[in-house]
């Protein structure tokens, strides 16, 4: 069955590196079948660069090999997250400029001031009665 799999693998990989995927999926207890090695080649060579992507998949000491791990842009992006990572700015691209935010009106200073002095007054009575 190995010989197989290295006359499916050889044409385009060439002989010796045929032999060292069967020998590493061998390794891993995962032994690559027939139909398995036509759709590892076919992973191979979506990626336009077939010898490349089957020397990176020995490297990295995967079981199994996609064509998208290979064209994927190197920066990390989560998908769920659309903030993209790219600056120590807290999410801010690095190209945007940090917004500097307006000074607060005056009306807003003593509003806000007035509220924080009834949250401490309810803070401190709540600990007066022996909630909290």
């Known amino acids: ?9 050889e044409p385009v990989l060439g002989e010796e590196l045929a032999r060292d ?4 999926r061998k390794g891993l207890k995962c032994p690559l079948t ?7 080649l076919k992973q191979y060579e979506l990626t336009g660069r ?3 992507a089957a020397e990176e998949h020995l490297n990295r000491g995967w ?7 290979m064209t994927r842009p190197q920066r990390f992006q989560d998908e769920r997250n659309p903030t993209p990572k790219t600056s ?10 940090t917004v500097i935010p307006k000074p607060m009106s005056e009306e807003d200073r003593i509003r806000r001031s007035e509220l ?6 309810v803070v401190g009575s709540a600990k007066l009665q022996g909630v909290g």
């Not at 120590?88 to 400029?97: K, L, Q």
């Open 63 to 69: 079981q199994g090999f996609k064509a998208e791990w």
């Open 50 to 52: 077939p010898v490349e």
């Open 34 to 40: 027939p139909r398995g090695a036509r759709s590892l």
């Open 88 to 97: 120590a700015n807290y999410g801010n691209p690095a190209n945007e400029s």
């Open 116 to 121: 924080a002095a009834k949250a401490r007054a």
């Open 21 to 24: 995927i069967v020998a590493h």
């Open 1 to 9: 069955m190995a010989s197989e799999i290295i006359a499916i693998l």
